[in-house]
């Protein structure tokens, strides 16, 4: 089974200031992703890559497949951007997913 | 369009009791997908649809989860003599292909299951 690991689990930042967070896994796969969870469960897709790099509006996913290693960066943060960040990794038609983020953005 | 709807989103059993959980997903979405999420954790695969094949089934915890999405389309998470371990968020996923290279996958609200 993959091991999905997720770094930091608690983070608070100051509106504006730039977010990484990092995720790795231990075995090979066939798609990463990036999900946000709100309070109350809602979760929604950011982003879904196998290779480089994917950039939408303030939020940037990067994947090294060799290193098995991605990262979620979030540029100029804002209070909004407050949530769950999951991680979750693809292979053999499951999902494995990380413990998430707890991201706080204060204004 | 409308999204996954999940029912009830909240549910209240007492132990020993049987419980029905609801998924309609994305109108013709082919892949469906159950999630346990225990409070503080991240959600933990239970079984994945294609169609109305059950393919993978391995995530289900004991023999008293069982799950089917006998048409294609709206599926049924089924739990027998609830146990309070079973307290936790059931989600529910689809997308709109087969799962040969992980597609984005769309989320229900979730049902939040209390087991007293």
């Known amino acids: 089974k993959n091991e999905v690991e997720q770094s930091p689990q608690n983070l608070t930042a100051q509106e504006g200031e730039f977010i990484t967070i990092n995720c790795s896994y231990s075995v090979g796969i066939s798609a990463l992703h990036w999900l946000q969870q709100h309070p109350g469960g809602g979760i929604v897709s950011l982003f879904m890559?196998?290779?480089g790099k994917k950039k939408h509006g303030r939020l940037i996913a990067t994947i090294n497949i060799q290193e098995k290693h991605s990262s979620l960066h979030i540029t100029a943060s804002h209070p909004r951007d407050s949530a769950v960040y999951i991680c979750a990794a693809f292979s053999a038609r499951q999902l494995t997913f990380g413990s998430g983020t707890q991201l706080t953005v204060l204004p | 369009g409308a999204g996954v709807s999940q029912s009830p989103r909240y549910k209240v059993a007492k132990r020993g009791q049987d419980v029905a959980l609801r998924c309609d997903p994305i109108?013709?979405?082919?892949?469906l997908f159950w999630y346990q999420q225990a409070l503080g954790q991240g959600p933990e695969f239970l079984t994945y649809?294609?169609?109305?094949?059950?393919?993978?089934k391995s995530g289900l915890p004991s023999d008293r989860f069982f799950a089917e999405r006998p048409e294609g389309s709206v599926s049924t998470l089924k739990i027998q003599r609830t146990q309070q371990e079973d307290s936790a968020v059931y989600l529910c996923a689809s997308s709109d292909r087969g799962t040969s290279i992980g597609e984005t996958q769309y989320f229900g609200p979730g049902t939040r299951l209390l087991v007293l």
């Open positions: 109108s013709g979405h082919v892949s």
């Open positions: 890559l196998s290779s």
């Open positions: 649809f294609q169609n109305e094949a059950q393919l993978d």
